[in-house]
């Protein structure tokens, strides 16, 4: 499961673009809490802190724990806005979660046990289609990543969303179709040298 992180914040006490220019100046990111039937909160919080969370690379897949006048709200980053030339960040949203919460997350794959694929062994290549499966999770059991076992693969082979067994509490957000997610494929070299044995064959 992703870690939950814990991101420090205080009540913005005035709106608009200058108050929120006037924060960012002072090393603050004017944020907004929302959803969970109450009303949003105008927030802002370390402009640090928010940057080195988001370089972990899973801030947007994580539970996000805001401390907010001594108490702690379950959210889940829904959007951070950054500045066009710096990239720093200069707004962020925040979906505030009830306790059975479930929410939309991209989780990324990581194939293992490629050493005992027969096609990769013999130097095909592992043709990844989608490095991330878009899941609906619950909040407490989000997926830091989700493993993919190739054993026995060979040439032409393919892994659908179907191959894959997700973990409790997962689902794919895609439920209309069996979408592939990587195919074992030839590299041309192999190809040629198939294609030399075919015929050798046929001919004898």
């Known amino acids: 499961m992703s870690d939950a992180l814990t991101l420090p914040a205080e009540l913005r006490e005035r709106a608009g673009k200058g108050a ?42 994580s539970l996000i724990m805001i401390e907010l006048n001594g108490k702690t709200i379950r959210t889940q980053a829904k959007d951070v806005t950054l500045h066009p030339v710096t990239d720093r ?3 962020a949203d925040f979906l505030r979660l009830g306790k059975d919460a479930k929410v939309d997350v991209q989780v990324p794959v990581v194939f293992i046990n ?6 990769l062994k ?9 490095h991330e499966l878009e899941l609906i999770c619950d909040v407490d059991t989000i997926p830091s990543e989700i493993e993919i076992d190739v054993t026995g ?9 179907s191959n894959v067994t997700l973990p409790k509490g997962s689902t794919s957000a895609i439920t209309d179709r069996d979408f ?25």
């Open 20 to 61: 929120s220019r006037a924060l960012r100046r002072e090393g603050r990111v004017p944020a907004v809490i929302y959803g969970g039937k109450e009303e949003p909160a105008t927030i802002h919080v370390e402009e640090k802190l928010l940057m080195k969370q988001l370089m972990t690379g899973h801030f947007m897949n």
């Open 122 to 130: 013999r130097g095909a290549v592992l043709n990844i289609v989608r």
């Open 153 to 161: 693969l060979d040439v032409g082979d393919s892994i659908h969303i």
């Open 89 to 91: 960040p200069v707004h």
């Open 114 to 119: 490629e050493e005992a694929s027969p096609g």
């Open 180 to 204: 592939t997610i990587a195919t074992v494929v030839a590299p041309s070299g192999m190809k040629s040298q198939d294609n030399a044995a075919d015929e050798a064959e046929a001919e004898a």
